[in-house]
């Protein structure tokens, strides 16, 4: 019997076992981004607008990705390329300061659109599936021809926030179309007119945007993947002395010790801060 190959780095004295084809999704072209999104509007609830209305000054707070829609369409001038329109919805928080008082904290939505071009190849084949669908002997309908667009985007950073009279805003567009499950995430409506002051954000996105085809591609096998961790027990199952299972952690130094660095964002525009110094510099 051959020696078993565990997943990961192969050494070349290993010898495959066989070719097989397999059917995946295959990454036709991708990009990565950061975006620097500026004075981007945000839409607070019905309480918050009554708290910015009289606010002297804010602080920010932070911005959490709710939700991002994609739409994929085919650029008609450039065959096999296609344009990915990727809508984001955050969720703002900062603190208003109203005279002397603590501060009040306040919630918006902002929402940003971004649009790339990647290529994403041809294809007229329909896709037919047996896999059940709605009913219960119905199966899915044929899949499209165009490729599918996957969006990774992490929690932006809040890189300023601003409280501007009504007077001083410049025209926009006019209101945004917002999902129900986003307007969901929100204790109340989300305000769009009738207001006073109006709350603008600075955002720092990072994203990676890429399109996928389902496609068959012959992949070399070692061997089965079989697992070699036994599964940990569950309640009286587990009979084990709690004190051996104690013995077998390890100290935590770093509890007792404080570390010398302090891990920070890369792209934060502040450095490491270490041990000697009282604060941090911005660079």
């Known amino acids: 019997?051959?020696?078993?190959?565990?997943?990961?780095?192969?050494?070349?004295?290993?010898?495959?076992?066989?070719?097989?084809?397999?059917?995946?999704?295959?990454?036709?072209?991708?990009?990565?981004?950061?975006?620097?999104?500026?004075?981007?509007?945000?839409?607070?609830?019905?309480?918050?607008?009554?708290?910015?209305?009289?606010?002297?000054?804010?602080?920010?707070?932070?911005?959490?990705?709710?939700?991002?829609?994609i739409d994929v369409e085919p650029v008609t001038f450039n065959r096999g390329f296609y344009t990915v329109d990727v809508r984001y919805f955050y969720r703002v928080t900062a603190d208003a300061f109203i005279g002397a008082s603590r501060p009040v904290e306040v919630t918006g939505l902002a929402v940003f659109d971004k649009r790339v071009i990647l290529f994403g190849s041809e294809g007229s084949a329909r896709i037919f599936s047996s896999d059940a669908?709605?009913?219960?002997?119905?199966?899915?309908l044929p899949g499209s021809t165009a490729p599918t667009a996957v969006v990774e985007a992490v929690d932006p950073l809040i890189l300023g926030l601003k409280l501007v009279d009504v007077a001083e805003c410049?025209?926009?567009?006019?209101?945004?179309?917002?999902?129900?499950?986003?307007?969901?995430?929100?204790?109340?409506?989300?305000?769009?007119?009738?207001?006073c002051h109006r709350l603008y954000v600075t955002l720092g996105q990072f994203s990676m945007v890429r399109l996928e085809r389902d496609t068959q591609l012959l992949m070399p096998v070692y061997d089965y993947c079989v697992p070699d961790k036994e599964c940990p027990c569950e309640g009286c199952a587990c009979e084990e002395d709690p004190c051996d299972l104690f013995r077998k952690v390890q100290f935590p130094v770093s509890e007792f010790f404080p570390p010398n660095t302090v891990p920070t964002r890369a792209d934060s525009g502040w450095r490491e801060v270490r041990s000697g110094r009282g604060c941090c510099a911005q660079s």
């Open 133 to 140: 669908s709605c009913g219960p002997d119905s199966q899915h």
């Open 1 to 69: 019997m051959p020696e078993l190959v565990a997943p990961g780095p192969v050494s070349e004295e290993r010898s495959i076992r066989e070719a097989v084809c397999v059917h995946t999704r295959k990454i036709f072209d991708s990009c990565r981004d950061k975006d620097c999104i500026e004075d981007l509007r945000v839409y607070p609830t019905r309480g918050s607008q009554e708290v910015l209305d009289r606010a002297l000054s804010v602080k920010a707070g932070c911005a959490e990705l709710l939700y991002a829609y």
């Open 170 to 195: 410049r025209p926009e567009n006019g209101c945004v179309e917002i999902p129900a499950s986003v307007a969901a995430c929100f204790p109340e409506d989300l305000m769009n007119g009738g207001d």
